[in-house]
């Protein structure tokens, strides 16, 4: 098929999507908050970069009044991460999450392994007051200060998702609206995105019921448990990178997205493979058991730059991984970009 016939069906593929699919309720709020903050870096800032950082999983629901859902493993710590280097760099950051999963800042000290009462103390004296443990200050004072910084200077725009729909919605309407900025947006797409959903026409309004008659689903059925199954049909999602590099990005935009896989043998044919495909700049590949420590960059002029933290820098917190990633906001500015280099060092 020429490339030509594939913009043209993945964009009837989109357009279709968008017509049968509900929009979320929460799209209105989020343009208008977005059409502001881009219209007003662009007025006081009109230099600044502004990036689309996406992240966390999204969710397949399986009922329309939804009890139960498809899900994926991702927590959103490459995103939350790396929207913080990109604010670090002076970058105007959107960041498009699910909702609930990890933030900027705030992922130092949310979540089960980080609980932030474990970074508190009663204090010694009568005045009943609560002070942060003196072990955790310093780190405590500087993410604070960043926090204050991006706040103040109305630099992170936090916006949620919580479906595959959700987040394709949102998307359409964010790339939409970084069209006045062109080449000074960017766009980091590294959520966790489902290739399969259940159209909204196919889609139980109710809860899904154990048991034919519908009553009391889950205390034991009369079938056998072959007739008892629950068997699902999904749906693939159309290809939407395509329809964001060529209709929905702004012309000149730099469009990086990230690619999972399981397959250490798939990984870069894979990345190369969607280079190619979508004709956008950079993939960066990612294996789920070593992403945190690895990544290749996949560039289009043929480019295979793995970027891998040295054993003794890693942490359970991703550091050092973004700080390379780091190197593709650098190059931002030379784009379309040219990574050189090998093993880079945490500086
Ligand atoms: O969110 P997380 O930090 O747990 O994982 C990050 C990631 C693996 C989801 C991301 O780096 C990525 O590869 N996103 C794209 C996944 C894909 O659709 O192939």
Redesign the pocket.
């Known amino acids: 098929m020429s490339p030509h016939k594939t913009t043209e069906s993945s964009k009837d593929a989109a357009a279709e999507y968008f017509e049968k699919n509900p929009s979320p309720k929460a799209l209105n709020s989020h343009q208008a908050l977005a059409r502001e903050f881009i219209q007003y870096h662009a007025e006081t800032s009109p230099d600044r970069r502004i990036v689309l950082v996406t992240?966390?999983?999204t969710t397949v629901p399986l009922e329309n009044q939804t009890v139960r859902f498809i899900d994926n493993?991702?927590?959103?710590?490459?995103?939350a991460t790396s929207a913080e280097y990109f604010l670090k760099q002076g970058y105007a950051v959107i960041f498009l999450h699910r909702q609930f999963?990890l933030l900027p800042y705030s992922r130092h000290y949310s979540h089960s392994t980080n609980c932030f009462l474990d970074f508190m103390d009663e204090h010694q004296d009568d005045e009943g007051g609560v002070v942060v443990r003196k072990e955790y200050q310093e780190k405590m004072r500087r993410v604070l200060e960043e926090y204050h910084y991006a706040k103040q200077n109305r630099l992170l725009l936090l916006l949620p998702f919580v479906t595959v729909t959700d987040y394709l919605f949102e998307l359409r309407a964010l790339a939409t609206l970084m069209h006045p900025i062109g080449s000074r947006a960017m766009f980091y797409?590294?959520?966790?995105?489902s290739d399969f959903f259940i159209p909204r026409e196919r889609m139980d309004e109710h809860k899904i019921q154990s048991r034919d008659n519908g009553a009391d689903g889950e205390t034991g059925g009369q079938g056998s448990g072959a007739s008892r199954q629950l068997v699902i049909n999904l749906d693939p999602v159309p290809k939407f990178l395509n329809t964001l590099v060529q209709s929905w990005a702004p012309k000149g935009s730099m469009i990086v997205?990230?690619?999972?896989?399981t397959n250490p043998d798939l990984l870069v044919a894979k990345a190369e493979q969607a280079l190619e495909r979508y004709h956008h700049d950079v993939v960066?590949g990612?294996l789920?058991t070593t992403?945190k420590w690895e990544v290749v960059f996949i560039t289009r002029d043929g480019g295979e730059h793995w970027v891998r933290v040295p054993k003794t820098r890693r942490s359970k917190s991703?550091s050092g991984i973004e700080k390379m990633i780091g190197l593709a906001e650098r190059k931002h500015e030379q784009h379309p970009i040219d990574l050189e280099g090998g093993t880079v060092t945490e500086g």
Do not use: Q, W
């Open positions: 992240s966390g999983g493993f991702s927590a959103g710590t490459r995103g999963s797409l590294a959520a966790a995105v997205s990230f690619k999972l896989e960066i990612n789920l992403r991703f």
